[in-house]
């Protein structure tokens, strides 16, 4: 056992931790941004060292052992207590963090409002390391946030979920992009826009439907979505070679948007809220609430500017 402390390293109880909560090696080392054989030697490494499986067949997948099981939370209570042993919650307030970040968000997020945020960072605190991905489909990320996987969660889902901590960035309106010369440019009205041919992101992964989905069902509205695609980067050039309507926020129709048309959404559908979510236990931390304040900050000065 003494020897088996030794080789137990923070590393190790990551990558633990990970496939636990993953119960799948690719997944894993995607999470992990590690290559398959290294999280497949540590699995089996792992397995030496706990004598157990950890993770077994099922006809669903793997699962966790019942020993696996227990050693998720072990494993969590053990990274944090290393963190906290480390010293990273001793430094002053002013200090900038030195560590890295996870944050994920959805798709249609303002990305002038994160690069804004990634060059502060870099200036301020370049000791520290940002690692911002998109949710994946089946992600839970409360789950994520209160286990650490996460620090934050950018989000513009209609209902936040009740557990977390919430804090408002911004509130934007929805507009629609197309070619110009498109038959609709000048002329977008609702019998238009229902019977025309639609552009969309895929679903995020809490498969909550948008403001616009809820919005269409609720008046009993459907409109005709032909092609998906998982970020709003394929839409400039989709649009351009053909008649399809694309719906975004705003700030994302005039990054977007050069050489497209876009015209006002021809529907009453509420605006967008934009806000971070965050676990309870995350708040007080000092890292976190110094990028929550950045990122909180620069959504004010992007405010200011557009509106």
Known sequence: MGANRKSLDAHLLRILQILLLERNVSRAARRLSLSQPAVSA????LRQLTGDPLLVRSHSGMIPTEHGQELLTAARIALEQMERIAGQRRRSE?????????IAAPACIDPLLLGRVCADLRRQAPLSRLNCRALGY??????????GELDLV???WPRPASALRVAPLFR???????????PLENRLDTLGYLTAEHLALTPNST????????FLARERLRRRVVIQVPDAAFAPEILRRSELLYTCPHHIADYLGNGLAQAELPLDCPDVDYYLLWHERTHADLDCRWLRDR????????CGQTH
């Open 207 to 214: 498969a909550q439907r948008d403001r616009l989905e809820q």
């Open 154 to 156: 950018l989000a513009d």
């Open 42 to 45: 540590a699995l089996k490494r």
């Open 138 to 147: 089946n992600e839970d990320y409360v789950l994520a946030l209160e286990t």
């Open 172 to 182: 934007d309106r929805l507009v629609c992009l197309m070619r110009h010369g498109h």
């Open 94 to 102: 002013t200090t900038a963090p030195q560590r890295r970040f996870e």
């Open 295 to 302: 990122l909180v900050r620069e959504a004010a000065a992007r």
